[in-house]
């Protein structure tokens, strides 16, 4: 049975850094041709892509926040971790993460999402 | 990035009804499309992807057709559960998007 789970602060301060956790169980973050993303929804909004992180430990960051987010996994604990500095009362919102699956045509590959973890509120407030 | 815009914004239809929701992309993405249900509170559910291969365990009355840069999901004799948000979403990028959402409430 594939699970996520996201763990970390309720509450942050304006300019702090904030650090999640997404433990997975199921399946190993060593298995090729799988990865964990971290999505966030602010209140009442959409969706927001934020990170991947492949099985060779290759990263990929939304362009907008790539200069505050460090995503990092760490496969004997199944764990990854994801990392986004500055915080600011717009960055309050429920954080996922999920499973993502890729297939590949050659030196290009697409990374499908399949299941997601319940969500942790994050809100940041002085 | 790749823009995503889903239609109707919001959508009321009554049990039993047959629904589709459309998704753009502002390029093209090949078939590069997934769909997912959310339920207030709750976090996504994956329905689709690939544009038309239901994930498993969702209902055959769930289907998704269009390549290129216009889709739909059409969701037939909708039952009680099934009211919910909707999102489209491209990863045919590195950059992946969703679309705003569509709402679809009980008529």
């Known amino acids: 049975q594939v699970t996520l789970k996201e763990s970390g602060p309720v509450l942050v301060k304006p300019t702090e850094t904030l650090t999640l956790t997404c433990t997975v169980s199921?399946?190993?973050?060593?298995?090729?041709?799988?990865?964990v993303s971290w999505v966030r929804q602010p209140p009442g909004k959409p969706l927001e892509w934020l990170a991947h992180?492949?099985?060779?430990?290759?990263?990929s960051y939304s362009t907008s926040l790539k200069s505050r987010l460090t995503i990092s996994k760490d496969t004997s604990r199944s764990q990854v971790v994801l990392a986004l500095t500055n915080l600011d009362p717009v960055d309050t919102a429920t954080y996922y993460c999920?499973?993502?699956?890729?297939?590949?045509?050659?030196?290009?590959?697409?990374?499908?999402?399949?299941?997601w973890g319940q969500g942790t509120l994050v809100t940041v407030s002085s | 990035d790749i823009q995503m815009t889903q239609s109707p914004s919001s959508l009321s239809a009554s049990v039993g009804d047959t629904v589709t929701i459309t998704c753009r992309a502002s390029?093209?993405?090949?078939?590069?499309l997934a769909w997912f249900q959310q339920k207030p509170g709750k976090a996504p559910k994956s329905l689709i992807y690939?544009?038309?291969n239901l994930q498993g365990g969702v209902p055959s009355r769930f289907s998704g057709s269009g390549s290129g840069t216009d889709f739909t999901l059409t969701i037939s004799s909708l039952q009680p559960e099934d009211f919910a948000t909707y999102y489209c979403?491209?990863?045919?990028?590195?950059?992946?998007?969703f679309g705003q959402g569509t709402r679809l409430e009980i008529k």
């Open positions: 999920a499973r993502i699956l890729g297939y590949c045509f050659g030196s290009k590959c697409y990374w499908r999402f399949d299941y």
């Open positions: 199921g399946f190993s973050l060593s298995r090729p041709r799988v990865g």
């Open positions: 992180i492949f099985p060779n430990d290759e990263k």
């Open positions: 390029q093209v993405i090949a078939d590069y």
């Open positions: 690939g544009a038309s």
């Open positions: 979403q491209q990863y045919e990028s590195d950059q992946v998007t």
